[in-house]
C-alpha cells in the first residue's frame, strides 16, 4: 500500500508564507513526478505546480513568483513554499505523484488526504 500524507496548511493573513510538505510511504519502487493542486468550493481541481524527478519545474500563472515547489528524493518528499500569499489562494491543497509499486511494478497516480489552506484579508 502506498500513502501520500500532506503537511503543513493553516490560517495566514494576505501576504504571510506557509510551506507545505507531502511524504510518500509505503510499497513503492520509484516515484516519478510530483505535484501540488487545490481545490475551492463549486471549482474544478487546479494544477498548482509540479516537479519532474529529474527537478523540472512548471507552476500555474496564479502562483509564478510567489510559489516554489521543491523535492527531496532520499525522503521522497515534495514541499511548496508559498509566499505573498493572497485570499485567493485559499481552498484544500492535494499532494500528487506518479508512483510504481514495489511489487507490482504497475505506474499509477496516487493522491493526498488535502490539508486546508485559508488566507485572510
Known amino acids: 500500500q502506498v500513502q501520500l500524507v500532506e503537511s503543513g496548511g493553516g490560517l495566514v493573513q494576505a501576504g504571510g508564507s506557509l510551506r507545505l510538505s507531502c511524504a510518500a510511504s509505503g510499497s513503492l519502487f520509484s516515484i516519478g513526478g510530483m505535484g501540488w493542486y487545490r481545490q475551492t468550493p463549486g471549482k474544478q481541481r487546479e494544477l498548482v505546480a509540479t516537479i519532474t524527478s529529474g527537478g523540472s519545474t512548471n507552476y500555474a500563472d496564479s502562483v509564478k513568483g510567489r510559489f516554489t515547489i521543491s523535492r527531496d528524493n532520499a525522503k521522497n518528499t515534495v514541499y511548496l513554499q508559498m509566499n505573498s500569499l493572497k485570499p485567493e489562494d485559499t481552498g484544500v491543497y492535494y499532494c500528487?505523484?506518479?508512483?510504481?509499486?514495489?511489487?507490482?511494478?504497475?505506474?499509477?497516480?496516487?493522491w493526498g488526504q488535502g490539508t486546508q489552506v485559508t488566507v485572510s484579508s
Open positions: 500528487n505523484a506518479d508512483i510504481i509499486h514495489l511489487t507490482t511494478r504497475t505506474r499509477m497516480s496516487y
